[in-house]
């Protein structure tokens, strides 16, 4: 059984061009999240959220060190190595849910099962098993546009979920539904992340649902800070 992280970022620096300036995002972001912990990322917006979680996720990569995945430095692979990482490894969720408007919910969380190879009678399971513990065994031949705010992101975490990944990666999750929604989504995705053991890393401006995960990690100067 592999007991690494399910996250390690070494000495992270992510650089951009900007015109003729280099516009430096991060600085050195040395974090490591194990599996089963639940880390909020809080920072102001511009600090560089969103690109540690596209480097975390393999969306984007590092100008210098080392994103680890359940212990194997993806530094080094190529496009499709790192394409079937994300696939089976990782699971993104969003303020805005993108999910397929042409796919039913459940269809929607068999997709990525399918593509990893999954037959298409144990994707089915699999997701009717998701999708009923966020309360939607009534909705799974549901469109999204015939699902409510709360239950299009709830078919979203499900999706994320469908692969049982070791790490989860969230931005702004319930950032898009009205107070009451958003927590019961939170509960939902809190709950449903101990229940699989996966890590997950979760950027949110709400202190509160940041107050309810084990850590929290902010943004300074380009470096990951504990609060």
């Known amino acids: 059984m ?3 992280p399910a996250l390690e970022m070494r000495a992270v620096t992510r650089t951009y061009r900007s015109g003729d300036a280099d516009l430096h995002v991060l600085r050195g972001i040395d974090l490591i999240l194990r599996p089963g912990e639940i880390v909020a990322l809080v920072a ?3 600090a560089g959220k969103s690109t540690l979680l596209h480097l975390a ?7 210098a060190g080392h994103v680890l995945i359940a212990g194997r430095d993806t530094n080094a692979l190529d496009d499709t190595a790192r394409t079937e990482i ?8 969003y303020q805005f849910h993108h999910l397929l408007g042409e796919f039913t919910a459940l269809e929607n969380v068999m997709l990525p099962q399918m593509i990893a190879g999954t037959p298409r009678a144990q994707a089915a399971a699999r997701a009717r098993t998701l999708l009923a513990g966020f309360g939607l065994a009534a909705r799974l031949a549901h469109l999204p546009g015939k699902l409510s705010g709360g239950e299009q992101q709830r078919v979203a975490i499900a999706r994320a979920l469908a692969n049982n990944p070791r790490l989860i990666l969230a931005d702004e999750p319930t950032g898009n539904l009205d107070v009451a929604t958003s927590a019961v989504v939170f509960d939902e995705l809190l709950a449903t992340v101990r229940t699989h053991g996966a890590a997950a890393l979760i950027a949110t401006h709400n202190p509160d649902l940041a107050a309810r995960m084990d850590r929290t990690v902010t943004l300074r100067g380009g470096r990951a800070v504990e609060e």
Not at 57 to 63: D, I, V
Not at 86 to 93: A, P, W
């Open 2 to 4: 592999n007991d690494a």
């Open 44 to 46: 102001p917006s511009g």
């Open 57 to 63: 996720g393999l969306l984007e990569r590092p100008t």
């Open 86 to 93: 994300r696939r089976d490894s990782i699971g993104f969720v």
